[in-house]
């Protein structure tokens, strides 16, 4: 029942989820535009294995909607980012626990880590990532210094889209 502006923000928020976690991401075929299996009555087809190419497919064309091509964009630019980060992409138990820290607050859905300066070969002086799936916005205290932001619900990739010192507001999902 979400609207289609909430249900691209619950899949943007997966998706950054997803690479900015460690390990080796993996995504269906299609979900970087939006890919659902509508079947003609308007419900959806949830084992299609069976299912004919036009429940299938993937719908190249979604590209030419500016909301699909949003999201698009948007794993485009998680991808970079991810990759232009080795502390995204530790290959040890050992270097996750020693290198990353998890900000927990029993009273919170919000998720938030910090990733030390250094780790795995970065070049930065540390990452913060937080996720908030809340359908409010919330205020975030951050460690020390200046913090440069790469990712937020509507963008992502390796331009920066602003800063933030003291306390970062989190938009909602």
Known sequence: DYSLEDQVKMNNLAAAIVMTSQGIPLFQAGEEILRSK?????????????SPDSVNSLKWDHLNDPVYEDVYNYYKGLIAFRKAHPSLRMTTAQAVEENIKAIVDPNSTVLAFEIKGGANGEANDGM???????????????PEGNWTIYINGEDAGTTPLGSASGSVTVDPI
């Not at 509508?38 to 069976?50: A, F, R």
């Not at 913060?128 to 951050?142: H, Q, T």
């Open 128 to 142: 913060y990532v937080i996720f908030n799936p809340k359908e409010e916005a919330v205020s975030m205290d951050l």
């Open 38 to 50: 509508p079947l003609p009555d308007g419900s959806y087809d949830h084992n299609s294995y069976k």
